[in-house]
T-cell receptor, first 111, second 115 residues
Framework: DAKTTQPTSMDCAEGRAANLPCNHS???????VYWYRQIHSQGPQYIIH???NNETNEMASLIITEDRKSSTLILPHATLRDTAVYYC????????????FGKGTHLIIQP | DAGVIQSPRHEVTEMGQEVTLRCKPI?????LFWYRQTMMRGLELLIY????????DSGMPEDRFSAKMPNASFSTLKIQPSEPRDSAVYFC?????????????FGPGTRLTVT
């Protein structure tokens, strides 16, 4: 899987939008961008994924640049429960193998 | 849906003892994964199964580690003999294979402490 680069940590005020960036400059044409998060003492949780179009679900939005070399995960109205480590992962389309986790971004939502 | 179930949630054992971690995947999922998480190395894939068959065990650290999946609803990860450096949180995850989704669902983990 291609490597990703994320900031180590970020702060966001409760109720504001949290924008988490990810660089994946070596992404291949057949690789998707996946986002997972891990709340303290829990297993990782799938959030969203995309190929090249922007995606939205009940948890978040994913914005992928036109050249696909970077993306942004957006939590529109962050709550204290969104405090977690967020992992950006790129992997082959339809890939059935394991996930390669980097260090992720520790997002801290401030009251 | 109960989600992925792991047992025990916590395990404390002495060096040299055998440890068995258990996982029940979500019913109907074709894939099962074992991961290990430590502060130093983060989350690492150990092994994964497809339809109960081990596909890739290249992440298993040494011969002391073994994993089995005797049926679609049960898997074990065994460490024999255990060592202090095996202390970590072990996660099991399962996944359905749907051509363009394939998100993984993780269990709560087993925190293993080897003294």
């Amino acid at each position: 899987d291609a490597k990703t680069t994320q900031p180590t940590s970020m702060d966001c005020a409760e109720g504001r939008a949290a924008n988490l960036p990810c660089n994946h400059s070596t992404i291949s044409g057949n690789e998707y961008v996946y986002w997972y998060r891990q709340i303290h003492s829990q297993g990782p949780q799938y959030i969203i994924h995309g190929l090249k179009n922007n995606e939205t679900n009940e948890m978040a939005s994913l914005i992928i640049t036109e050249d696909r070399k970077s993306s942004t995960l957006i939590l529109p109205h962050a709550t204290l429960r969104d405090t977690a480590v967020y992992y950006c992962i790129v992997r082959v389309r339809g890939g059935a193998d394991g996930l390669t986790f980097g260090k992720g971004t520790h997002l801290i939502i401030q009251p | 849906d109960a989600g992925v179930i792991q047992s025990p949630r916590h395990e404390v054992t002495e060096m040299g003892q055998e440890v068995t971690l258990r996982c029940k995947p979500i019913s109907g999922h074709d894939y099962l994964f074992w991961y290990r998480q430590t502060m130093m190395r983060g989350l690492e894939l150990l092994i994964y199964f497809n339809n109960n068959v081990p596909i890739d065990d290249s992440g298993m650290p040494e011969d002391r580690f073994s994993a089995k999946m005797p049926n679609a609803s049960f898997s074990t990860l065994k460490i024999q003999p255990s060592e202090p450096r095996d202390s970590a949180v072990y996660f099991c995850a399962s996944s359905p294979y749907r051509a363009q989704r394939h998100e993984q669902y993780f269990g709560p983990g087993t925190r293993l402490t080897v003294t």
